[in-house]
T-cell receptor
């Protein structure tokens, strides 16, 4: 079983739609959680950290459920510029920090 | 966030040769890492670059194949040794900026695209 699993995608949705991504992780030693976005032929860029209380940044909302080992990302009123691959990332601390990446979900927003 | 540069940005190499990739940051960082992203795949951690000591390698990666140096807080190199076509990949360095150390948030360099023929 992969340490971090995401919806396989790809997602193709019209502009203005709401999109939800799900992610599960298997290592209970996971300490911090992130969503990164990666545009084609570019490096991953931090979108937002994910906190147990849930957090919102404009049109983006991230949720964490430690009991279920589940992370989500909600994008409201999607824009064409939201088209990218979204990576669920878990920081596992086992003596040293280690980021484990999900395989990513590709999102395309259509006009 | 920190400004991270990598050299070279891309290269085409012959099998059996070695390539050294440089990662330079414009500010002090607590941690530096090297990742590989193979075509169509997500990122895999190769090793943590430790200042003044040997790097810490992940399972499946060894020092003889991927020697790493980190002589100071803002610079690291990764060498891909005795290359084969299977080493064709994007190699990325990442850092945890000193001012973001508590959050342990990593920021990535632009990557080095390597093609081995």
């Amino acid at each position: 079983r992969k340490e971090v699993e995401q919806d396989p995608g790809p997602f193709n949705v019209p502009e203005g739609a709401t999109v939800a991504f799900n992610c599960t992780y298997s290592n209970s030693a996971s300490q911090s959680f992130f969503w990164y976005r990666q545009d084609c032929r570019k490096e991953p860029k931090l979108l937002m950290s994910v906190y147990s209380s849930g957090n919102e940044d404009g049109r983006f909302t991230a949720q964490l459920n430690r009991a279920s080992q589940y992370i989500s990302l909600l994008i409201r009123d999607s824009k064409l510029s939201d088209s990218a691959t979204y990576l669920c990332v878990v920081n596992i601390y086992q003596g040293a920090q280690k980021l484990v990446f999900g395989q990513g979900t590709r999102l395309t927003i259509n006009p | 966030s920190a400004v991270i540069s990598q050299k070279p940005s891309r290269d085409i190499c012959q099998r059996g040769t070695s390539l050294t990739i440089q990662c330079q940051v414009d500010s002090q960082v607590t941690m530096m890492f090297w990742y590989r992203q193979q075509p169509g795949q997500s990122l895999t951690l190769i090793a943590t670059a430790n200042q003044g000591s040997e790097a810490t390698y992940e399972s499946g990666f060894v020092i003889d194949k991927f020697p790493i140096s980190r002589p100071n807080l803002t610079f690291s190199t990764l060498t891909v040794s005795n290359m084969s076509p299977e080493d064709s990949s994007i190699y990325l360095c990442s850092v945890v900026p000193l001012r973001r150390a508590e959050e342990e948030t990593q920021y990535f360099g632009p990557g080095t695209r390597l093609l081995v023929l």
